[in-house]
């Protein structure tokens, strides 16, 4: 089945910069990377999703990259607020509607 | 729109116990996921029903057992509960699969301790 790894497992910056998580997946049938924001207490809240056609994606202060020759993809957050604090999930799909996800990032941006 | 939602929110069983959980899903949305979210083991894939049929299912015992009913409802239930079943568990609509599609939406969850 479908191993997705995610590193770092807790990041901090400082409030206006930048933050990066990545993952890794192993299997190549996948086609789909959704990205989860969970604030404590919170249900999983979807923030951007890419498919395997397209590179890269953009949403405001938000962008995720896919490269599927490595079999990584990237969430790259810009200009970080103290809202921004949460933990964040990668995940991947072929397609079919089972997300396998990466064990999550808890991002604390310091104002 | 309404959001997805669940009940209960909170529930404590004993172990031994079996217990049902249950999930609607937004508005038009046919397809509907269930997670189990553990701080040990993170999100897991439970099953996956569309139009009242199974579609997937992820690497969970048999106690673990859902369904679907025609207006898209589902409903999880677990029997002869174990401790270490206490986690919160998800479910997720989506509008069907495949493509825009199979974007996921979350409910709050049920928070199951087992004791």
């Known amino acids: 089945g479908e191993n997705v790894e995610q590193h770092p497992s807790t990041l901090s910056v400082q409030e206006g910069d930048s933050a990066v998580i990545k993952c890794t997946y192993s299997d190549s049938a996948s086609n789909y990377f959704p990205w989860y924001k969970q604030e404590l207490g919170k249900r999983p809240q979807l923030i951007i999703d890419i498919r395997s056609n397209v590179g890269e994606k953009k949403d405001q202060r938000i962008a995720v990259t896919l490269n599927k020759t490595a079999k990584h993809f990237s969430l790259h957050i810009t200009e970080t607020q103290p809202e921004d604090s949460a933990v964040y999930f990668c995940?991947?799909?072929?397609?079919?509607?089972?997300?396998?996800f990466g064990t999550g990032t808890r991002l604390t941006v310091i104002p | 729109k309404a959001g997805v939602t669940q009940t209960p929110r909170y529930l404590i069983k004993t172990r031994g116990q079996q217990v049902t959980l249950s999930c609607s899903p937004i508005s038009g949305h046919r397809s509907v996921s269930w997670y189990q979210q553990t701080p040990g083991q993170g999100l897991q894939f439970l099953f996956e029903?569309?139009?009242?049929?199974?579609?997937n299912k992820g690497n969970f015992p048999g106690r673990f057992s859902g369904r679907q009913f025609s207006n898209s409802r589902s409903e999880m239930n677990v029997s002869t509960l174990e401790l270490g079943d206490s986690a919160l568990y998800l479910c997720?609509?989506?509008?069907?699969?495949?493509?825009?599609?199979?974007?996921?939406?979350f409910g709050p969850g049920t928070r199951l301790t087992v004791t």
């Open positions: 997720a609509s989506s509008l069907g699969f495949g493509g825009p599609q199979s974007e996921q939406y």
């Open positions: 995940a991947a799909s072929s397609g079919a509607n089972n997300l396998f």
């Open positions: 029903y569309f139009s009242e049929t199974q579609r």
